[in-house]
């Protein structure tokens, strides 16, 4: 079965700092997606950034990138310039291609300070 | 707006009661989600369905039961034999099939149920 393990329950940075939030999976699959989701204080689920398996380039949105080695099923989120509204849990999930079950991982608390 | 919607926000029940979680999507989604999440455990599929009248058991089923009449519709009944109940609920959706594009789920706001 695949698994999502998120190692670091919480992290902290200064704002205007970088940060990286680790993400490693567990499959056996060679196609399929892996996400990054923030949920700030109100809980809503927000979508930060998303990766195909089958691509090489790291995927970028603005401040956010990952670093993604698939030989080593890693899959971290890098946030540049921090900002207070960056305060938030992010949870890293994969899925499989061809499937659409979504499996979480224990999520990251990233605090901001000024 | 297309969207998920969650109801009630806060739901409060007796222990020993069932109750039902509403979730409604206009996003025209064929799979929909539910998701417990708990402090420390990340987000815990309880159920998922990909077409009407289907359904599959996630991680957690025990306890749970959940129906697919409508492809808007994914309610979650939380039955007398769960043995935790009170937890934060989350309802999503997503496309099918292959292709980046059908891959991302949207989530409704939550479902905050506290059995007493």
């Known amino acids: 079965a695949q698994t999502v393990t998120q190692s670091q329950p919480e992290m902290s940075v200064q704002e205007a700092e970088t940060v990286t939030l680790s993400c490693t999976y567990d499959t056996s699959e060679s196609d399929y997606y892996l996400f990054w989701y923030k949920q700030p204080p109100s809980r809503q689920m927000i979508l930060v950034i998303r990766?195909?398996?089958?691509?090489?380039q790291n995927a970028t949105e603005n401040r956010f990138s990952v670093n993604f080695q698939k030989a080593a099923k890693s899959f971290s989120l890098k946030i540049s310039d921090s900002q207070l509204g960056d305060a938030a849990m992010y949870f890293c999930a994969y899925r499989k291609n061809r499937d659409d079950k979504i499996i979480f991982g224990k999520g990251t608390r990233l605090h901001i300070l000024p | 707006d297309g969207g998920i919607t969650q109801s009630p926000k806060y739901l409060f029940r007796k222990e020993g009661q069932n109750v039902t979680l509403s979730c409604e999507q206009n996003l025209n989604h064929d799979a929909m989600y539910w998701y417990r999440q708990d402090p420390g455990q990340g987000l815990r599929l309880i159920y998922y369905s990909q077409i009407v009248n289907d359904f599959q058991k996630g991680d957690i089923a025990e306890g749970y039961s959940v129906s697919r009449e409508k492809k808007e519709s994914f309610p979650l009944t939380v039955t007398s034999a769960q043995k935790n109940p009170t937890a934060f609920y989350l309802c999503a959706s997503s496309k099918t099939g292959t292709g980046a594009m059908n891959t991302e789920a949207f989530f409704g706001q939550g479902t905050r149920l506290t059995v007493v």
């Open positions: 990766q195909e398996a089958y691509k090489q």
